[in-house]
């Protein structure tokens, strides 16, 4: 695990990107995404530069289009690409409650309800009658077909953690509960629901870190593709098929094991991709280790952010093992809400409903 020496000096790699409007980009001079700016806002906030933090989600409020959402990609406050994704929107849930969770500043919550609600109404919009959620709008405005287990897994803990907004400000949703059950009821039980992705190590954990997968099923499916994704000593295949570890994707790997119970294998984890980690306290974003060369030859924000955000979990911070825990918890009452149980969800031939 980190020093507090080694946690401060990546924390000040992470705000030393960030860019004067509050924008926080892959690197300095690289674009932005809104799922990845949150991830490094949200480390911020673990190490009490609250501050930094708000200013990141102030950039979201001021940039956030008429339908809820926001484009795929920034560069300089410039719009670079105009795909809307849905869970890079669903993500600010996430990050509001965590930052909420560590302030207590209820009227920064209460001024950034209304776009968190618009940002839920985005995505429930891509809601198929599945329960999955369409992975995203194109640049005509026009939703794909097709829905991301990934994503989905990721909007399932973001609807959950804005149902624990709703809850905490009085605002019952009860449309969010009915679509976080069916969502959840999709990542669970429909794999046919998503694309093929299984190549990747995020299809794997990600139905885990999301809070959709827990118990047996959860550790069957860690111990199923063990041997395909992780490589000894060196970290978390992204691809399946490539020789390439990354840090980001071994990092979500260690909170997921974590939240199962895993502590000892997350705290191995985290220890072998130290190797990616730079002086100035930020990491490579991989490593290609048949050809034992960084790759891309980047140190993004938003590794960094992972790896505070697991040494967060590990450590056993409440805003952070609230938010990747799921179960209730002491903390706040009852960690997050379920909305309905994906256990009582019914499914006819193309539709879900509440059972």
Known sequence: MLTVDQVAATIDGIAAVQRPDGSIPWFVGG????????????ALDVAGRHDEA???YRWLASRQEPDGSWY???????????????????????????????????????????????????????QAPGGEIR???DEHGVPVPDALLTGSASMYQALRCALAIA???????????????????AVLSHPERFLDKSRYSMDWYYPILGT?????????????????FVVPDLGVRCVSDRPWVTGAESCELAIAL?????????????????????????YWTGYVFEDDAIWPVERTAWTAGAMILATAALGGEPA????????????????????LDPAQVRCGSDICVRG
């Open 212 to 228: 959709a997968l827990r118990g047996p099923a959860a550790n069957g499916r860690i111990k199923d593709a063990w041997d395909t």
């Open 320 to 339: 952070t093992t609230a938010v990747f825990g799921g179960a209730p918890t002491a903390f706040e009452g009852d960690g997050l809400p379920v909305g």
């Open 135 to 137: 992975w995203k709008r």
């Open 258 to 282: 974590w939240a199962l119970g895993e502590s000892d294998r997350a705290v191995e984890i985290v220890s072998w991709i130290q190797r990616l980690r730079h002086e100035d306290g930020l």
């Open 31 to 42: 674009h932005l995404d809104p799922w990845d700016h949150t991830e490094a806002a949200m």
């Open 54 to 56: 708000e200013r990141a």
């Open 167 to 185: 809850e905490h400000l009085g605002e019952p949703q009860p449309d969010w509960e009915l679509a976080a059950g069916r969502l959840g009821h």
């Open 72 to 126: 795929a990609a920034y560069v300089d406050g410039e719009v670079t690409d105009r795909n809307k994704e849905a869970n890079f929107t669903a993500y600010l849930a996430v990050g509001l409650w965590h930052h909420h969770l560590l302030t207590g500043d209820e009227e920064f919550l209460v001024r950034m309800w209304p776009k968190l609600r618009a940002a839920m109404g985005f995505i429930l919009e891509l």
